[in-house]
């Protein structure tokens, strides 16, 4: 390995905001897609392990003391278009610290792609979001970005980020993973393509607050209303409802806790989380049964799906191109609704916190989010939570 402090250094320059608020016509809340998604974790060096290793995440990109950058280590992971950052701090004394301590393994940035920062932050910022950094410059050897961030709920955040032709592994001051520790093993990927969607959890009564913000502050539009009707078990309930973004390349449902008999999963989540935060993210692939294939022989693990489940499948979502047996031999979920189907299926939580997990779809057609599916996954959920204690 080769130290040194002046490997791809960052240079940060705030943006001139009057410059930035004439910079041009474009539609100022244009959002291209997610960008990537930023997790703090207590070790970014064993969380990308296991990313990489279980769900066939490569890393590409690193950041920390052996590129000059003292107070924390990053790892960018690639699979498909997807890109992860995973984030740890160094001291007990760093604010990222604080994070983790309070809410462990968990998402903290899910970053979209911009064309125009500093026009999307100024006008989000208008409209009433809470600016978290200003627009600035970030610039290394490979180029620039611009890059912004606001708040949402919880301690998440979202960041704006330009790119203006920046040719590095990730964002700048990142150096190539392979150039940081070159005898690592190659990681194969396991064929998930791009992020569908990311789901956020917020507290009893505070769900329309959310939709609102994400209509009035950047734009976008309620995709689906679910009530407690469709998605309740026999002792907990949720409500949902999506917002869709960025032209419909943004998907972001938010729940809430609705009134059940005994705890419900999203008040677990809020207990255990310290608060509001993501609570899934979901990515697409175009082919299910290999992808979880190859996972579930990495050995990563999956909600249990109650045995009665596919009894009902035929009838309730009638012919699919996939096998029905492989479907059922993998624990996949199978959904229909008026423009097509979909397959999916839940990992369970990703770290001992009953808090973020992982969810692999494959649309065909479809473009919900497996409501039919809510019950029988609500009641597999609940058969954990029932086994932690916590129902
Ligand atoms: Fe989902």
Redesign the pocket.
Known sequence: MTASKNLNPCAISPIDPAKARSAGSLDPLAIDGFHHIEIYADSAKQSAFYLAHGFGFRPVGYRGPETGHRDSVSIALQQGNVLLQITCPLRSTSPLAEHVHKHGFSAKDVAFKVPNCAASFYEAVKRGAQPVSAPAEWRDQNGSIIHASIKTYGDTVHSFIEHTGYEGPFLPGFAPYSQIFPRDVAIEEAGLAVID?V?GNVELGRMDEWVAFYEKVLGFTQFKHFSDKDISTEYSALMSKVMNGGGGKIKM?INEPAEGKRKSQIEEYLEFNGGPGVQ?I?FRTNDIISVVSRLRARGVRFLWVPKNYYEQVPSRVGTIREDLAKIQELGILVDRDEDGYLL?IFTKNLQDRPTLFF?V?QREGSQG??AGNFKALFEAIERDQAERGNL
Do not use: M
């Open positions: 969607h789901v449902p899934h979901a999916q969810e779809i989010f497996g």
